[in-house]
């Protein structure tokens, strides 16, 4: 059991939660995983929606909070589709994961949760992701003729078009991107922290010679180098009143 950090946790920790999903979704759970005071699940995706019915009607996770889409290029099913879930009886999240392809659509929960439908909508735009059974599967974030999807890896931080409104034609237009300089890509490494490159203008500054070597170097090795000494005393008191003038308080004043 997790040590208790307060006495109301923001996500209360159930015990014998991981054991009871295991047993309740059996072969449609593909992977069980608790971190971070996180449970996640990878489930089978034709499976989706028994399984959140599921979990809404007898684990008590009522609130669909989000539905997120996640890209990994190199996979041979290159998307994660992730549903979050809240139990507001419970104070306890979920998070339940499957796995898609461009051609392999993913079961709607359009029936569970009405607002399903614009969160779908929001991961087919931005990913490619189709939603069988979504009657309503329109772009809902970019713009009327956008084409790609451009939360995907492989869509240019670029993009391919860029808009601005036209006096002659008096609308906004549509032109190929043109960027007037070259794209340039930052690390953000603080010099302080030993780039081990030369920065961005550095190039520039002409290199300082380093100094000329010292062929004897000079030390003080007895008082008489430094001029400190009772004769430097005696003169030094010779030239000091004893009793230095009284300052006129009304003409430091004014001053």
């Known amino acids: 059991m997790a040590q ?13 939660l991981a054991d009871a999903l295991t047993q309740a979704l059996g072969d449609n759970l593909l992977a069980l995983k608790q971190e971070h005071f996180e ?8 499976s989706i929606e028994d399984v959140l019915r599921l979990l809404r009607d007898r684990f008590e996770y009522q ?15 290159r998307f994660e589709v992730v549903y979050m879930l809240l139990s507001v009886t419970k104070n306890h999240r979920l998070l339940v994961k499957v796995e898609a392809s461009e051609t392999t ?31 309503d599967l329109r772009r809902i974030l970019t713009d009327y003729g956008f084409e790609g999807h451009p939360f995907r890896k492989d869509f240019p931080l670029t993009g391919y078009v860029e808009l601005r409104y036209s006096e002659e034609e008096k609308r906004v237009v549509y032109e190929p991107v043109e960027l007037p300089q070259d794209l340039r890509q930052f690390d953000f490494m603080s010099p302080w922290e030993g780039a081990e490159y030369v920065l961005p203008g550095d190039e520039k500054a002409a290199e300082v010679p380093p100094p000329p070597p010292v062929a004897t170097p000079k030390a003080t090795e007895k008082p008489a180098d430094t ?10 008191a010779k030239d000091t009143p004893a009793d230095p003038p009284a300052m006129d308080d009304k003409k430091g004043d004014a001053e």
């Open 63 to 77: 609130q669909l909070m989000e539905i997120a889409g996640v890209d990994y290029p190199s996979r041979a099913e």
């Open 105 to 135: 659509p993913v079961p709607t929960v359009t029936t569970l949760w009405p607002n399903a439908g614009w969160l779908e909508r929001e991961v087919f735009d931005l990913y490619g992701v189709i939603f069988e059974g979504n009657t």
């Open 39 to 46: 449970t996640v699940l990878t489930v089978k995706r034709a």
């Open 4 to 16: 208790e950090l307060h006495s109301a946790p923001r996500i209360a920790q159930i015990d014998g």
């Open 227 to 236: 001029g400190a000494g009772a004769k430097a005393n005696a003169a030094a």
